[in-house]
């Protein structure tokens, strides 16, 4: 990338990134830092795993987040009888007595898997090509998806009745896990007040499909200084456990570690955060910023953690201090 379109697109990020902040926070009332970790995942060209218990607006996030960028938007409500070709598509004998690939759902720019762990594995581990090669196959042809494509997934807590827990292969796939809380009461206020009333906000698109490739690239093309990387590596590298680089709090409380997707986003996250805050590479800082929602869902911590305790978030806060 020439160093004259580098800085244009350096400058429009910047500008777009606080007129699309605005838009959602018609709708959208806090969630401040959930709001920008899905941007990072989007602009980065990853998925997202939103996590938290029913009515913490996680589809209202998505759908809202989908009109502002200007995306073609579809959802996907699993439920314990959504079967593979449901989502993906299946080919039908059509009235030309010819076989005919009708699309699925997934073929779409924003992908809404509303609930992803109430349908069982099989229909879970249909999503994994589509995240992973963004094509689907059906009876031995491949069909590539839009671009861009991403998939934002809500999850109840596994607690729940009828839920099934997402295997570890499928995690790995999502960028992010993103946990929502509840808001507090000023937030809430301001939900109930907006939300009972005659008058609907509404959002209008503020981006559009090329500029968010654009974007994609401008993050691609961001340098990384070594000490950034080396520092992102052997953050990783503390949680597996059967290695020498392992943390002693790894090998007490951990079952399993992250691979290496969890340096790569690391990466990737940082670059996309230090745009956000107008720098033009990022530091230690940043990828401290996004370690907790990259590595969340990549670590496993036993029985004894547990016991004492000791969550993923704690543990990646003692590494990252």
Known sequence: M?????LKWFNTFQDQNKVL???????????DDIISNVLI??????????????????????????????????????TPDVMPADITGSEIFNAQREFEFIKGPLFAQVVLADEINRTPPKTQSALLEAMQERQVTALG?????????????TQNPIEQEGTYPLPEAQLDRFMFQLNLDYPSFEEEFKIINGTTGNIQQEVSAVLDAQQILNF????????VPENVIHYAIKLVQKTRIRTSAADPLAIKYLEWGAGPRASQ????????HALMHGKFSPDIEDVMAVAKP?????????YKAESEGFTTDRLIEEWTR
């Not at 994609?216 to 340098?223: D, G, K, N, S, T």
């Open 2 to 6: 020439q160093d004259q379109q580098y």
């Open 21 to 31: 902040k605005s838009e959602l926070s018609k709708v959208i009332i806090g969630q």
């Open 41 to 78: 995942s989007i602009f980065s060209k990853g998925h997202c795993l939103l996590v938290g218990v029913p009515g913490l607006a996680k589809t209202l996030l998505v759908q809202t987040l989908a009109k502002a960028l200007g995306l073609q938007f579809n959802r996907i409500q699993f």
């Open 141 to 153: 042809k491949k069909y590539k998806l839009p671009d861009p494509f991403f998939v934002l997934a």
């Open 216 to 223: 994609q690239e401008l993050v691609r093309a961001i340098p």
């Open 265 to 272: 986003n690391l990466i990737l996250g940082a670059k996309c």
């Open 294 to 302: 990259v590595m969340r869902h990549r670590i496993i911590i036993n």
